[in-house]
């Protein structure tokens, strides 16, 4: 076998010594019950849109759909983030833009992280601007501490400290989203292929 297969050998992913485990799959799944009853709270007699930032926010935003009990739909958009990189360019694009019209609805963004915040203050003044009833934030983790421009989180999961992290939708260049847990990447200078 050539160096460069080695990387699909059958050494365990979710092993993968370069992961430190932050929260369980059990301590994820608790803490999205909890914000599912309250959002349902919340939003009691209403019909929410969830609408899911893409790709880090759809295993994060499955599980929150099922612990939200109430009429609701679920829409995706796509914004131009990392890459392959760890940190922010700054730069805030739609790539993929909603399907349906928004006025008069209760949005629910649902994110998987809020790092320098640029994204999400973008994304969230995007969709006032479109004339919806309501506009709110779930975020699955805050990386307070790298805070550039401030953005209200309706509904939190964990705060975390200013680590990379990965797992439950997060990746590091398109790697790690399936992990059933979150971890932080010891050494983000390790490349996919490397370990
Ligand atoms: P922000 O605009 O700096 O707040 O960046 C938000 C986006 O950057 C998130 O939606 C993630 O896609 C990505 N991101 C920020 N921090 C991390 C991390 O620790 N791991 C994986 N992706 C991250
Ligand atoms: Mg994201």
């Given at each position: 076998?050539?160096?460069?297969?080695?990387?699909?050998?059958?050494?365990?992913?979710?092993?993968?010594?370069?992961?430190?485990?932050?929260?369980?799959?059990?301590?994820?799944?608790?803490?999205?019950?909890?914000?599912?009853?309250?959002?349902?709270?919340?939003?009691?007699?209403?019909?929410?849109?969830?609408?899911?930032?893409?790709?880090?926010?759809?295993?994060?935003?499955?599980?929150?759909?099922?612990?939200?009990?109430?009429?609701?739909?679920?829409?995706?958009?796509?914004?131009?983030?990392?890459?392959?990189?760890?940190?922010?360019?700054?730069?805030?694009?739609?790539?993929?833009?909603?399907?349906?019209?928004?006025?008069?609805?209760?949005?629910?963004?649902?994110?998987?992280?809020i790092?320098?915040g640029?994204t999400l203050s973008?994304?969230m003044?995007?969709?006032?601007?479109?004339?919806?009833?309501?506009?709110?934030l779930?975020a699955?983790?805050n990386?307070?501490?790298?805070r550039?421009r401030e953005v209200q989180i309706?509904?939190?999961?964990?705060?975390?400290?200013?680590?990379?992290?990965?797992?439950?939708?997060?990746?590091?260049?398109?790697?790690?989203?399936?992990?059933?847990?979150?971890?932080?990447?010891?050494?983000?200078?390790?490349?996919?292929?490397?370990?």
């Amino acid at each position: 076998m050539s160096s460069s297969s080695t990387s699909a050998r059958t050494a365990s992913e979710f092993g993968n010594p370069n992961l430190e485990p932050l929260f369980t799959g059990e301590q994820i799944q608790a803490r999205i019950t909890e914000m599912g009853a309250q959002i349902a709270r919340d939003y009691e007699g209403r019909n929410p849109l969830l609408l899911g930032v893409l790709k880090g926010a759809c295993i994060f935003l499955s599980d929150l759909a099922r612990a939200i009990d109430l009429r609701l739909g679920i829409e995706f958009m796509a914004i131009s983030s990392y890459g392959a990189l760890t940190r922010s360019s700054g730069e805030v694009k739609i790539v993929k833009d909603l399907d349906v019209p928004i006025e008069g609805r209760d949005i629910l963004v649902v994110e998987d992280i809020i790092d320098t915040g640029l994204t999400l203050s973008y994304l969230m003044a995007n969709l006032r601007s479109r004339g919806a009833a309501s506009v709110k934030l779930a975020a699955l983790l805050n990386k307070k501490e790298r805070r550039l421009r401030e953005v209200q989180i309706d509904y939190l999961g964990f705060d975390i400290p200013d680590a990379f992290v990965v797992g439950y939708g997060l990746d590091f260049a398109e790697r790690y989203r399936n992990l059933p847990f979150i971890a932080m990447l010891k050494n983000p200078e390790v490349t996919a292929q490397e370990i």
